[in-house]
């Protein structure tokens, strides 16, 4: 393949490739190309970002949860979540004091160059972000050594291929409070919807306090032993006020966690969760995979597209 021009465009800091291939007759291809340094300055921005600025529909979820609830305490506590998120914000300081192992997903185009390493630009990316950002290093690099690696990396990364050459990247820093309560059920098929929710209702009442409620909820329900944690992450990820095809599906569960009262930070009171989300895929005729992974009320994420 001849290039025979290249162009760069400093607004979204990427190489545009004309192309010719003759033996294709694909002529007037567009090739666009990321440089690695780029992925990593907007990953160190997110970072930021996504540790000091919660996002805007998980505060209107928490206003509109304090306006509707009924028990004093619970208010009480559902109203310094919200100053807290407001004094973080201001003064530029971490939600909370456990800024999470990064989970990042990747939406790539299959018509993009990437430059340099993914991998690599993401991981620097963390270590800068979390560096500027005084942010505390989280993750130990062996599960059983448990020695810290002292920058918060590795990242957890999930690459999607899409069509195009788009390129967005989602940074979600999940704290062990919350990551810790995931339950992951094989269930059989003949459980079928309600078998679904009563499975999601108990995973939240195990979880009771310990994942510092209200929580967001996410759902995975489908593929196999492994995606379906993978789409409960990836549910976690999605705006609250960005309701899917399961609303309905998603409100029932809703209405069964709010009514265990165990309220928020597990004091008791009309809200447990400020929301759920829900995303299925298809499986095995004699599988009935779920995941629940649940976020805190401070489930943090920011998205950068370039």
Do not use: W
């Amino acid at each position: 393949m001849e290039y025979l021009e290249k162009v760069f465009n400093p607004r979204k800091l990427t190489c545009l490739h004309y192309s010719s291939d003759a033996q294709a007759g694909n002529k007037g291809y567009i090739m666009r190309t990321i440089m690695a340094r780029d992925i990593t300055r907007a990953v160190k921005m997110a970072v930021i970002k996504a540790n000091t600025v919660l996002p805007p529909d998980i505060i209107e979820a928490i206003k509109g949860a304090y306006e509707r609830e009924s028990v004093a305490l619970a208010r009480r506590v559902l109203g310094i979540m919200l100053e807290n998120a407001e004094l973080a914000q201001s003064e530029e300081m971490a939600l909370c004091q456990d800024t999470g192992m990064v989970v990042v997903h990747v939406g790539m185009g299959q018509d993009l160059h990437i430059k340099g390493s993914l991998e690599q630009a993401v991981n620097q990316g963390i270590r800068e972000g979390y560096r500027e950002g005084h942010f505390r290093a989280s993750v130990v690099g062996d599960p059983i050594r448990r020695e810290n690696t002292g920058d918060n990396t590795p990242a957890i990364i999930h690459l999607e291929l899409v069509q195009g050459s788009s390129f967005t990247l989602t940074v979600f820093p999940k704290g062990a409070g919350s990551e810790n309560m995931g339950l992951v059920g094989m269930l059989k098929p003949g459980a079928g919807q309600q078998g679904v929710i009563d499975f999601v209702v108990e995973a939240v009442k195990k979880a009771g306090g310990k994942p510092c409620p209200p929580l967001v909820v996410g759902v995975g329900v489908g593929g196999n032993l492994e995606t379906a944690p993978i789409l409960a992450k990836k549910a976690l990820m999605r705006p609250l006020d960005n309701s899917g095809p399961n609303q309905e599906f998603e409100n029932a569960i809703l209405q069964r966690i709010n009514e265990t009262g165990i309220g928020p930070q597990g004091l008791g009171g009309d809200t447990t969760a400020l929301g759920v989300n829900l995303e299925v895929y298809a499986t095995h005729i004699a599988s009935l995979p779920v995941a629940v992974n649940l976020g805190c009320h401070s489930t943090r994420r920011y998205t950068v597209e370039l």
